[in-house]
């Protein structure tokens, strides 16, 4: 059983659509992170949440600690949001990382 | 560019071999942390340092192990290396432990052969 799960796991996308990628946990967290890694490898941080709502540009992350859920939305999307997303979290001990097996986003022109 | 640093990019070496990864966070940041990336198990935490203390363990193996310098720069040791380690080994950094965002390197990717 994975203490985190994304969906969906594949997605396709139109250049200007609006995107939601979501994660579900079933642990007690202190954090959530939303990370990219991109087709050369690098990973890169969008966003550490432990509640509410952040925004960076048109990328816009979610948490509802009650259900335990969080998303990811972008904004009039561009072929560059290409890449994977992927929700991890770290439990309420601070110990311990769980990580999502991530989304896989493809925006077409 | 995070401004974490690690070496080598690649490495590739024979089972039962053994291979030092490392690792220089960004400046000032306090906090190390070790990832790795595998094609079946995807990412996967395996340690954190904090100002060259031990603050978190989480799947790493009795055959890796890490440390971080007064420098705080850390290095990742793996030992009797099998096909199966063979994997992009991440570090990142944050300026101090708990909730805290963190910069990843460009990672390090290890062929076990």
């Known amino acids: 059983k994975n203490e985190v799960e994304q969906s969906p796991q594949n997605l396709t996308a139109q250049e200007g659509e609006f995107i939601t990628i979501n994660c579900s946990y079933s642990?007690?967290?202190?954090?959530l992170h939303w990370l990219q890694q991109h087709p050369g490898g690098g990973i890169v941080s969008l966003f550490m949440?432990?509640?509410g709502k952040k925004k960076h540009g048109r990328l816009i992350a979610t948490i509802n600690i009650q259900e335990k859920h969080s998303s990811l939305h972008i904004t009039a999307s561009h072929p560059r949001d290409s890449a994977v997303y992927i929700c991890a979290v770290r439990s309420q001990s601070g110990n311990q990382f769980y990580f999502g097996t991530g989304t896989s986003l493809t925006v077409i022109p | 560019d995070s401004g974490v640093t690690q070496t080598p990019k690649h490495l590739i070496t024979a089972t039962g071999q053994r291979v030092t990864l490392r690792c220089s966070p960004r400046s000032g940041d306090l906090s190390v942390y070790w990832y790795q990336q595998s094609l079946d198990q995807g990412l996967q935490f395996l340690i954190q340092?904090?100002?060259?203390?031990?603050?978190a363990k989480g799947n790493i193996l009795e055959r890796f192990s890490a440390q971080q310098f007064p420098d705080l720069h850390s290095e990742l040791n793996l030992s009797s290396l099998e096909l199966g380690d063979s994997a992009l080994y991440f570090c990142a950094s944050s300026v101090a432990t708990g909730g805290r965002e963190q910069y990843f390197g460009p990672g390090t990717r290890l062929t076990v052969t």
């Open positions: 642990v007690g967290i202190s954090a």
């Open positions: 340092y904090y100002n060259g203390e031990e603050r």
């Open positions: 949440l432990s509640s």
